[in-house]
């Protein structure tokens, strides 16, 4: 719990803040003369902005901005990696992009540090897989249903991100990829002629809505840590009207600004990522030890088998 509220969602929320700021930057990019000096700290003033937007937004009533807004950023999402991947195909197939991608593995790197940190780039990809279990409560049988939708889910989550990642190759080299923390903006400007120019607004609406939920997650953890006295009351408190936690809210934007002047964005989500990782695997020993000790725990406990 600690973990998770002090670190790992404030850090996801401070990538994310950053990454929207590299895209806007990237769009502007294309009308104005940007400074190299002063793109980082335009990236962080930008990020800021718009974490005190979001933070705004979740003061109020979750249907009066929140959740629409959410709804828009989830249907840009889609279309974005739609338009990716079509696109890749197309030049694929009938442009005959295809250098890229005849050895694929050539100058890999298997050191085993940069492989940790590889792996922890492409987990923080499919971060989220575990959430589905908070509202386990709101599921009609769970015992059939969660497996079911986490098979399907991760499995469709999978071939999207990799159809995504295969179209990144089809039009960009391996060190373009790796030189930039904005790809999908390279990726339209190779493919897409003018309407590239769009593209990192669009990428940038989605990260608006990823900020969003995540920010969203954080503060009721936060909130629903303090009501059972782990965290001091002050960040239980709910505002009347609303029925927001605005002290929550308030605490994970903090904290967010704060630790994005740790490092910048790769130092930032390996530090994510081992908090993450670190609190799932004493997690499962945790599990191991009740399945072999045989704890009672609750009768409506989803069970799956151990190699699960």
Request: proline residues 4%; charged residues 10%; aromatic residues 14%.
């Amino acid at each position: 719990m600690f973990v998770s509220v002090l670190m790992t969602y404030p850090a996801t929320i401070a990538i994310i803040a950053e990454t929207f700021g590299q895209y806007l930057i990237e769009g502007l990019r294309q009308v104005y003369e940007i400074d190299d000096d002063w793109a980082p700290m335009a990236q962080k003033l930008f990020g800021f902005s718009l974490l005190l937007l979001v933070t705004w937004m979740n003061f109020f009533s979750l249907n009066k901005f929140a959740a629409r807004f959410q709804i828009v950023a989830t249907v840009a999402k889609l279309l974005s990696c739609f338009l990716i991947i079509v696109t890749g195909l197309y030049y694929y197939y009938v442009k005959g992009w295809k250098s890229n991608l005849r050895d694929p593995m050539k100058g890999s790197n298997y050191k085993a540090g940069d492989l940790i940190l590889g792996f922890y780039g492409g987990l923080w990809a499919y971060s989220g897989w575990d959430v589905l279990n908070y509202s386990t409560g709101e599921i009609a049988n769970p015992r059939r249903n969660v497996p079911l939708a986490l098979l399907s889910g991760i499995a469709t989550v999978t071939a999207v991100y990799v159809s995504i990642n295969v179209a990144y190759f089809v039009a960009l080299d391996v060190e373009t990829v790796k030189s930039s923390n904005a790809v999908a903006a390279l990726f339209s400007q190779a493919t897409l002629g003018s309407f590239a120019n769009l593209i990192p607004f669009l990428i940038g609406v989605l990260l608006v809505g990823s900020l969003n939920s995540n920010l969203f997650s954080g503060s009721r953890y936060m909130y629903a840590a303090a009501r059972q006295g782990h965290l001091p009351t002050c960040f239980s408190c709910v505002n009347t009207e609303t029925e927001s936690p605005r002290v929550a809210i308030i605490a994970q934007s903090v904290l967010a600004i704060a630790i994005s002047f740790v490092g910048d964005l790769d130092a930032l989500i390996g530090y994510v990522m081992f908090g993450f990782w670190a609190q799932r695997v004493f997690t499962l020993v945790a599990l191991l030890i009740i399945r072999h000790n045989r704890i009672p725990v609750h009768p409506e406990a989803v069970r799956v088998p151990l190699w699960w």
